[in-house]
Structures are given as C-alpha cells and as structure tokens.
C-alpha cells in the first residue's frame, strides 16, 4: 500500500486546511484502520485523529473541535480537516493505515506533508 499526503502548507494563525492521503495498491482500503500523526521540531510524535474501517473517530485532546478526520472509501482517501489553527500545531503530518488481516499486522506510512501555522 502506498501513501501520499497532500495539503500541507504556511498558514496563518486561526486559518485553515484539509489534508488528504490517497492510498493506492490495495482493493481493501476500506477495511484499513487509517490515521493522521505528526511529529514537530524537536518533539516525539503523536496521534492527532483517526478514523476506524467503521468510521468511528478519535482525536488527542489538543485538536478536539478544531480538527475533523473523515474518509471517502470511493476514492481511497482519507482526510484531515483543520479549522482554527495555532503556531504549535506546526509539524510534520503523515498518514498511517493499519489493517490486521489473517493474523498480520500490516501498517503502513506515507511521506509526510508539512504544515506551518505562523503567529
């Protein structure tokens, strides 16, 4: 499976952007368990939001009612919608999709895309 995020970019403080991560090489996408993550400068990385093959979500505390993670199975993709963002949101965002399919754990990661919130 590969990865590929878009989206990323400078931007103001309090302004938005949606990042995508298309996935391609596999039919099973939708069964996949996807995520975002990101990691700054200088700091470890963390989950920010994921999205369940059922479409439940989750999200770090930081980013609950400013970040919107959804997925569009038809076109392997799933999104990160950002609204209100801070100068410490800065950071790295990369996408990660884990699926365990007969027994084996089968996680894989995109390159990253960077994202910079200017004060």
């Known amino acids: 499976v590969q990865l590929v995020e878009s989206g990323g970019g400078l931007v103001q403080a309090g302004g938005s952007l949606r990042l995508s991560c298309a996935a391609s090489g596999s039919s099973l996408f939708s069964r996949y368990d996807m995520a975002w993550y990101r990691q700054a400068p200088g700091k470890q990385r963390e989950l920010v939001a994921g999205?369940?093959?059922?479409?439940?979500?989750h999200y770090v505390d930081s980013v609950k009612g400013r970040f919107t993670i959804s997925r569009d199975n038809a076109k392997n993709t799933v999104y990160l919608q950002m609204n209100s963002l801070k100068p410490e949101d800065t950071a790295v965002y990369s996408c990660n999709a884990k699926l365990i399919f007969r027994a084996i754990e089968n996680i894989y990661w995109g390159q990253g895309t960077l994202v910079t919130v200017s004060s």
């Open positions: 999205i369940t093959s059922g479409s439940s979500t």
